[in-house]
């Protein structure tokens, strides 16, 4: 099992910037997929964005597409999500998760929520117009 906790959500105007952290402990860090998504009232959750452990291979949603950046620091056992020009769609509450179901820690082609064992609590980002 790994324990996961966001932090760094906040409230932003329309065109700012947030970076999310997300920091594990427990389980084998190297061997886990991480990734980022989202809940908006009324939606559906949604992948947001998930990197690799070994090959660091990153996918991202269409929608944040050239706007958010998946990281991590394997030295601090973390990883981030930054996030730029906001918009107000981008609200939601945003939750880091985890799995070790694949060799390498390497993440599945698409990113469903029910591929991923561990999850944090959520941090909360709201952008205003």
């Known amino acids: 099992q790994v324990q996961l906790a966001e932090s760094g959500g906040g409230s932003v105007q329309a065109g700012g910037s947030l970076r999310l952290s997300c920091t594990t402990s427990?389980?084998?860090?190297?061997?886990?997929?991480v990734g980022w998504f989202r809940q908006a009232p009324g939606k559906e959750r949604e992948g947001v964005a998930q990197i690799s452990a070994v090959s660091g291979l990153k996918d991202y949603a269409d929608s944040v597409k050239g706007r958010f950046a998946i990281s991590r620091d394997n030295a601090k056992n973390t990883v981030y999500l930054q996030m730029n020009t906001l918009k107000p769609e981008d609200t939601a509450i945003y939750y880091c998760?985890?799995?070790?179901?694949?060799?390498?820690?390497?993440?599945?082609?698409?990113?469903?929520?029910?591929?991923?064992?561990?999850w944090g609590q959520g941090t909360q980002v709201i952008v205003s117009s």
């Open positions: 998760a985890a799995h070790e179901k694949l060799y390498g820690g390497a993440c599945f082609r698409a990113m469903y929520s029910t591929n991923f064992d561990d």
């Open positions: 427990g389980g084998t860090y190297s061997s886990n997929c």
